[in-house]
Every structure is written in C-alpha cells, then in structure tokens.
T-cell receptor
C-alpha cells in the first residue's frame, strides 16, 4: 500500500516569510505528483503538477520540486500572504491513475 | 484547462433517504472517473473507480450496495448514497481522467453531504 506523508501537519508563519512544505511518498514508480490547495469546507484547487520526468514546476510565487530517488516533493511558497492560508495536499499518482493523497499541511499566514 | 463540475454542492437529507451526486466533465471525455470521500480533518480516500459502460471498482471497505455508481456516458458519473445515515455525512469529491499527454485527473469542487 502506497503511503504519502506531509510534514508539518500545521504551520503558522508571519506574512512575508518564505516557506517550504514537505511531501514524502513510498511509491518508487511514481507517474506524477500534484499539489492542491483546499480552503475550509471547499473542494480542491490544483496548484502544480510535476511529471516523473520533471524535477520542478513553477507558477507565480509557488515552486514545486520532485526527487524520485528520495521519494520527496517540496512546495516552496515565496513571500507568503494571508490569502495563502489553507490546507495544502500533495497527491502521488502511481500509474493507472491510482492517486494517493497526503495527510495535508494546514498553513496559517499571520498578517 | 479541463473542468469538472459536481451537483449539488451541498445537500442535507434525513436518515434513510437516498441522495444522488452528479459528476460531469465539461470540456473533455472521461472514460474513467473516480469518487473520493473526505471526513473532517482527514485526507481524501478513494472510494471507487468508475469506468464508462462497465461496473465500478470499489476499494476495500466500501459497500458497493450502499454507494451506487453509474457511469452511463463519457461525461457523466453519478454516486447514489442509498439509505443514508449520519455516519455517511462527509465531503464527496469526484475526479475525471483526461487521457491527454499528461494523463491527469481533474477534480470537481466537491459535495458536502449532511445526514440528519
């Protein structure tokens, strides 16, 4: 059974800080990895998708990296803003569309 | 980008009734759709895989007779929670597989079910 772990489970930072969210997975045959944002009581918003052949993807203030050999992905958020407060989920696609979600990191950015 | 919609976005029902949730891929055809469930403060767990024109595949521990899935067309899958009970209250999210070059799942906005 594939496992996806996110550390930390919760994070509180002052506005303007750069921060890193971590995602670890056990599947060595990863197909791709996605990072999502989920606001309270809401659905998922896709942030970044990294294919197994890629090492990183960037979108605005977000940068996600993928290291298959170590089974890790990181989501880097630059110059954090209160509007970034949400739960961030990583999801590992092990092929045949078998997606396993991580446990999530709840981020709070304090004004 | 590909869009997946769900209807309704929230529903409240009495215990013992059945509730149907629709999942539609709006601008692409999806031979495979997935249904996930999320309990409070937990992550998403796959319930079942829905294949167009065939029976759904359920994950271990998910009752197929309670959660009826129908994938009658390439753009629509439905999940019916039969004889709902309070413990079925959850956030249900569907996704649709776009077999383009990225072979990506696109997620719907979710449906919050509350069973009284």
């Amino acid at each position: 059974k594939q496992e996806v772990t996110q550390i930390p489970a919760a994070l509180s930072v002052p506005e303007g800080e750069n921060l890193v969210l971590n995602c670890s997975f056990t599947d060595s045959a990863i197909y791709n990895l996605q990072w999502f944002r989920q606001d309270p009581g809401k659905g998922l918003t896709s942030l970044l998708l990294i294919q197994s052949s890629q090492r990183e993807q960037t979108s605005g203030r977000l940068n996600a990296s993928l290291d298959k050999s170590s089974g890790r992905s990181t989501l880097y958020i630059a110059a954090s803003q209160p509007g970034d407060s949400a739960t961030y989920l990583c999801a590992e696609n092990g092929g045949y569309q078998k997606v396993t979600f991580g446990t999530g990191t709840k981020l709070q950015v304090i004004p | 980008g590909a869009v997946v919609s769900q209807h309704p976005s929230w529903v409240i029902c009495k215990s013992g009734t059945s509730v149907k949730i629709e999942c539609r891929s709006l601008d692409f055809q999806a031979t495979t759709m997935f249904w996930y469930r999320q309990f409070p403060k937990q992550s998403l767990m796959l319930m079942a895989t829905s294949n167009e024109g065939s029976k759904a595949t359920y994950e271990q521990g998910v009752e197929k007779d309670k959660f009826l899935i129908n994938h009658a067309s390439l753009t629509l899958s439905t999940l019916t929670v039969t004889s709902a009970h309070p413990e079925d209250s959850s956030f249900y999210i569907c996704s649709a597989r776009d077999r383009g070059w990225t072979d990506t799942q696109y997620f719907g906005p979710g449906t919050r079910l509350t069973v009284l």
